[in-house]
């Protein structure tokens, strides 16, 4: 038995960090976008007893560390269901290390794709508690469109959709570090907190505009990606809305009420950078094929 998905990138349309929790982890307040730039994920029954991945990406690694991998295994683990022998296929379009979750969206199509196989019948609720073992970021990605982001990232709260806009994605060759990136707020000083409630209930009401001049991320402040300034001069040079980077970079997006002026800013960003995605905002983090 096969099935297949369509596994969504996110942005982060406000990320700001609260606190440092006793654990360790940090305490998060995020308003997270599905965008429409997938990863399309096959998973097939075998009778190997094994998780096999392969992957249309040479540089990403199909074993036991690959998100995919892990996501397999919770689900095993969750469910107590025997693997009897699964193929993982990855076709990656989502650029990685990039701020956009594609390594978690790999993730949840996983799980959702075994939950078919398998007819474990498994809730929305089960699968993001299966999804949290995997990735804090998984969750949402089962999830998708708009939603406020709480916690590590595991409490979701759905918004208003965003309204109809153009996306531009433009994605610097140079990757962050995420555990470098909390890290560095660790032992920052006068970090300036975002104005989440005023960008809650605009993202609450779906004012575009409202949402846009809120949009701000915490990260900015703790990394220093040497093409940002550049990539933000080109996006509000063509009229961007908003010009911010998502999670903990390096990809910088800008929100367009105007497509032609967004795709404008695509042409002028690729004359500097090489990955770059005009996208829109969709309504769920998956999509089955079939």
Same mark, same amino acid.
């Given at each position: 038995?096969?099935?297949?998905?369509?596994?969504?990138?996110?942005?982060?349309?406000?990320?700001?960090?609260?606190?440092?929790?006793?654990?360790?982890?940090?305490?998060?307040?995020?308003?997270?976008?599905?965008?429409?730039?997938?990863?399309?994920?096959?998973?097939?029954?075998?009778?190997?007893?094994?998780?096999?991945?392969?992957?249309?990406?040479?540089?990403? @690694?199909?074993?036991?560390?690959?998100?995919?991998?892990?996501?397999?295994?919770?689900?095993?683990?969750?469910?107590?269901?025997?693997?009897?022998?699964?193929?993982?296929?990855?076709?990656?379009?989502? @650029?990685?290390?990039?701020?956009?979750?594609?390594?978690?969206?790999?993730?949840?199509?996983?799980?959702?794709?075994?939950?078919?196989?398998?007819?474990?019948?498994?809730?929305?609720?089960?699968?993001?508690?299966?999804?949290?073992?995997?990735?804090?970021?998984?969750?949402?990605?089962?999830?998708?469109?708009?939603?406020?982001?709480?916690?590590?990232?595991?409490?979701? %709260?759905?918004?208003?959709?965003?309204?109809?806009?153009?996306?531009?994605?433009?994605?610097?060759?140079?990757?962050?570090?995420?555990?470098?990136?909390?890290?560095?707020?660790?032992?920052?000083?006068?970090?300036?907190?975002?104005?989440?409630?005023?960008?809650?209930?605009?993202?609450?009401?779906?004012?575009?505009?409202?949402?846009?001049?809120?949009?701000?991320?915490?990260?900015?402040?703790?990394?220093?990606?040497?093409?940002?300034?550049?990539?933000? %001069?080109?996006?509000?040079?063509?009229?961007?809305?908003?010009?911010?980077?998502?999670?903990?970079? @390096?990809?910088?997006?800008?929100?367009?009420?105007?497509?032609?002026?967004?795709?404008?800013?695509?042409?002028?960003?690729?004359?500097?950078?090489?990955?770059?995605?005009?996208?829109? @905002?969709?309504?769920?983090?998956?999509?089955?094929?079939?």
């Amino acid at each position: 038995m096969k099935a297949e998905y369509k596994a969504a990138a996110k942005i982060n349309l406000m990320l700001d960090i609260l606190t440092t929790l006793e654990n360790g982890y940090h305490s998060l307040f995020m308003i997270m976008q599905s965008v429409g730039l997938y990863d399309t994920v096959s998973v097939e029954s075998a009778d190997d007893g094994r998780i096999s991945i392969s992957c249309s990406e040479k540089k990403l @690694p199909c074993d036991k560390s690959n998100i995919a991998y892990k996501a397999a295994e919770a689900f095993f683990d969750y469910t107590k269901i025997t693997n009897k022998g699964i193929k993982i296929h990855i076709e990656k379009n989502i @650029p990685f290390a990039a701020g956009m979750a594609g390594g978690s969206a790999d993730g949840a199509a996983v799980i959702a794709a075994l939950n078919d196989i398998y007819s474990a019948g498994l809730s929305q609720r089960e699968l993001c508690a299966v999804g949290v073992k995997v990735g804090a970021d998984v969750p949402f990605c089962l999830t998708g469109g708009t939603c406020l982001a709480q916690n590590i990232g595991e409490v979701l %709260s759905p918004l208003a959709d965003l309204p109809d806009c153009h996306i531009v994605l433009a994605k610097p060759e140079r990757g962050v570090s995420t555990k470098e990136a909390y890290a560095a707020f660790d032992t920052a000083q006068n970090i300036r907190h975002l104005d989440t409630c005023g960008m809650l209930f605009a993202a609450s009401k779906g004012d575009l505009n409202e949402i846009c001049r809120r949009t701000k991320n915490v990260f900015e402040q703790l990394i220093e990606v040497p093409e940002r300034v550049p990539i933000k %001069s080109v996006l509000n040079r063509y009229g961007a809305l908003a010009a911010c980077m998502s999670g903990s970079g @390096p990809t910088v997006f800008g929100i367009f009420d105007d497509e032609s002026k967004a795709e404008c800013a695509v042409e002028s960003l690729r004359s500097f950078i090489n990955q770059v995605y005009l996208v829109k @905002p969709v309504k769920s983090g998956l999509e089955k094929i079939g």
